[in-house]
């Protein structure tokens, strides 16, 4: 089956610019998840998706981040304005279900993001 | 709350040689714990998962894991590591019937030939 699919692969921009990443999750994946991986960190989850409805957005700092799923297939994540702190690899992940159970997340490659 | 300690930031290995990731979680119950693998420049993989039963796991690309439950630890093994095994390697744990997964800040492992 084909992959989680991201892209651009890498971006550079200025601070104060706006960036968007694209994700295209595996077909039939209910949930969709955007991560966030700074240097040296593992990822931590920005906002999960279960089919175009948000579950969990708690982590997603919201007066500059925003995504969305329409009609419950790829999905969006924007930065606006971009911070140097948000200089990251960011991850787009799905599953069939809540990703519990014997349905893990499965992972695209990411979009770098370099913020001069 | 959940959180996921990985001692080691840096492993250099000889090929053939075996290799031990340690993991050590904290979790108010026995939570699903994974292991991922990532190469430069690519997402995670997932390697292997322990979810309930034999606490001792296979997962893919001969590694294993051992869940011991007395020492909130879930660390992976391979008998013989080869040159392709150089990658990050995060550990994850996650409750049992939720998603958010909490993972380790990896570790990374380099392979000598």
């Known amino acids: 089956e084909a992959g989680v699919a991201q892209s651009p692969r890498y971006k550079i921009i200025e601070k104060r610019q706006s960036v968007a990443f694209w994700c295209n999750p595996i077909s039939g994946h209910a949930t969709l998840y955007w991560y966030q991986q700074i240097l040296g960190q593992g990822p931590k989850l920005l906002i999960q998706?279960?089919?175009?409805?948000?579950?969990?957005d708690s982590q997603l700092p919201k007066d500059r981040f925003s995504a969305e799923r329409l009609k419950g297939v790829d999905s969006t994540l924007k930065i606006q304005p971009a911070k140097l702190e948000d200089s990251a690899v960011y991850l787009c992940?799905?599953?069939?279900?809540?990703?519990?159970?014997?349905?893990?997340?499965?992972f695209g490659d990411g979009t770098r993001l370099s913020i001069l | 709350a959940q959180s996921v300690t990985q001692p080691d930031i840096h492993i250099t290995v000889s090929e053939g040689a075996s290799l031990e990731l340690r993991c050590n979680y904290s979790?108010?119950?026995?939570?699903?714990l994974f292991w991922y693998v990532q190469s430069p420049g690519q997402g995670l993989q997932l390697l292997l998962k322990?979810?309930?039963?034999?606490?001792l796991v296979q997962g893919i690309k001969g590694f294993e894991a051992e869940f011991k439950r007395s020492q909130s630890s879930f660390n992976l093994r391979k008998p013989s590591v080869h040159w392709s095994d150089a990658a990050e390697y995060f550990c994850?744990?996650?409750?049992?019937?939720?998603?958010?997964?909490?993972f380790g800040a990896g570790t990374t492992v380099t392979v000598r030939a």
């Open positions: 994850a744990v996650g409750p049992i019937n939720d998603y958010k997964l909490s």
């Open positions: 998706f279960q089919n175009n409805g948000v579950v969990d």
């Open positions: 322990y979810f309930s039963g034999d606490t």
């Open positions: 979790y108010g119950a026995t939570p699903y």
């Open positions: 992940a799905s599953s069939l279900d809540g990703g519990t159970g014997n349905q893990p997340q499965h």
